[in-house]
C-alpha cells in the first residue's frame, strides 16, 4: 500500500504520537564521563578546546563526581595526567600514582559510582607514545607487560572496570591473565578494540598532555578506512577474554558499530571523542547550529547505530533531561 492511503505522517502529528513510535531514547543508565585528574590541590581548570570540561585535582574531581553521581550517571572513566613522565611511563603503574590516588579517593567518597579507568602509557611517557619505544619504534611485547602493570594497579587502587586504550596485540589477554593471578577475576575489561588513527583526538591530547613528541600513532591505531579490520580487532579481543568492546571514534565509524552489533553479543561502547565534542561547541558558539540538539541527535545515533554505552564529554550536562 502507498500513498495517498499509506501516510507516514500520521504517526508524526503530535509530541505525544511521536514519543509512542520513538524507536531509540537516550538513558542516563547509556552514558559513560570521561574525566581528567591532575597533581595538586583545589584545581579545577578549564580546557579551552573543550567548553565545560575540565581538569580535576582529586579533591575536585570527588566533588564533580559527587554532582555526576546525583544527576543519575552510573560510569565514569579516568585519564590521569601526572607532573613527572620518563621513558618507560613510570608513573603509570605507580601505586601512588594520580590515577591509582583518583581512584581510590572517589570510591572511599563515592562509592556507587561505577569507576573506569583508561589504561595506557602515553600520558605518562615522555616521548607521549601508547607503549615503550626502542629508536622511533613503539615495541609491542615490551608495552604489554607495563600496560599489564597498569591494569592491576588500577584494580588494586579500586577499579571496578578497566579500559585498554593503546592498541598493542595481546594486552587483552595479558591483563585478563594478570589480573585473575592476582585475585582481581571479577574486574571486567572494555576494550578499545576498534580504535582508529584519528584527527578528532586532538582536543584530548591538550587536556592529557599526551601529544606524541615525534611520529604519529598510525602504526599501532588502525587506519580509517578498514572496516573489516576493525571487526576482526574485536573479535580477537573477545577470544583474549574481554568483556566489552568499544568502537571510537563513534560517528564517523557508525557502520562498524552497527556491523559490530549485528556480529556480537557482547556489550559495545562507542566514544564520542574530543574532537566530536569541541566541533559541535565550536559551531553552536558561533550561532550555527543549536548545540544542545546537536549534541543529544549525535549520541541518540550513536545509540540508534549500536551502542549500549557511551562515553560522553557531555554526560553530565544531559542526564538531568533523560530519563
Ligand atoms: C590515549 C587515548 C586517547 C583518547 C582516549 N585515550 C588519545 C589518543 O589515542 O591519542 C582520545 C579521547 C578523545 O579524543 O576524547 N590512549
Ligand atoms: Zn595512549
Given at each position: 500500500?502507498?500513498f ?10 503530535t509530541e505525544?504520537?511521536r514519543?509512542?513510535?520513538r ?7 547509556d552514558?559513560?564521563?570521561p ?24 579533591d575536585?574531581?570527588?566533588t ?6 546525583d544527576?543519575?550517571?552510573?560510569c ?5 595526567v ?10 603509570a ?8 590516588r583518583a ?9 556507587d ?14 616521548h ?16 604489554v ?9 588500577h ?21 585478563r ?22 584527527a ?10 599526551s601529544?606524541?613528541a ?13 572496516g ?14 574481554a568483556?566489552a ?9 557508525l ?11 557482547v ?14 561547541h ?17 549520541l ?24
Open positions: 500500500m502507498t495517498p492511503r499509506t501516510r507516514m505522517r500520521r504517526l508524526r502529528r505525544r504520537l514519543g509512542m513510535v524507536e531509540t531514547r537516550l538513558h542516563r543508565d552514558l559513560i564521563l574525566l581528567f585528574v591532575v597533581e595538586g590541590h583545589g584545581v579545577r581548570s578549564p580546557i579551552s578546546s573543550m567548553p565545560g570540561v575540565h581538569r580535576f585535582s582529586v575536585q574531581l570527588v564533580e563526581c559527587k554532582e555526576v553521581a544527576v543519575g550517571v552510573p565514569v572513566i579516568l585519564f590521569g601526572p607532573d613527572e613522565k620518563d621513558a618507560r611511563g613510570s608513573g603503574d605507580a601505586s601512588g600514582g594520580i590515577t591509582q581512584v581510590e579517593a572517589i570510591k572511599q567518597q563515592v562509592p559510582l561505577i569507576v573506569m579507568t583508561d589504561v595506557c602509557l602515553c600520558e605518562y611517557t615522555d607521549g607514545h601508547c607503549g615503550v619505544v626502542e629508536g622511533e619504534e613503539v615495541v609491542n611485547d615490551a608495552s607487560a607495563r600496560l599489564a602493570a597498569t591494569a592491576l594497579s584494580a588494586r587502587a579500586g577499579a571496578d572496570i578497566v579500559a585498554p586504550s593503546d592498541m598493542m596485540d595481546g594486552r587483552v589477554a595479558a591483563m591473565t594478570v589480573l585473575d593471578e592476582n585475585g582481581f577475576e571479577e574486574i571486567p575489561i572494555l576494550s578499545y578494540a576498534a580504535k582508529f588513527a584519528s578528532y583526538y586532538g582536543p584530548f591530547r591538550e587536556a592529557a598532555e601529544t606524541p615525534f611520529g604519529d600513532r598510525r602504526a599501532y591505531q588502525m587506519d580509517p578506512a578498514n573489516r579490520e576493525a571487526l576482526r580487532e574485536m573479535r580477537l579481543d573477545l577470544e583474549e577474554g568483556d568492546l568499544m568502537v571510537k571514534p563513534a560517528l564517523p565509524y557502520d562498524i558499530l552497527s556491523q559490530a552489533r549485528a556480529e556480537f553479543d556489550p559495545l561502547a562507542a566514544y564520542h571523542v574530543s574532537g566530536e565534542y569541541a566541533m559541535i565550536a559551531a553552536s558558539e558561533r550561532g550555527w547550529i543549536d548545540g544542545d540538539r546537536a549534541m543529544r541527535e549525535a541518540v545515533g550513536i545509540k540508534r547505530a549500536g551502542a549500549d554505552w557511551i562515553l560522553s564529554y557531555a554526560a553530565k550536562d544531559l542526564a538531568p533531561t533523560l530519563d
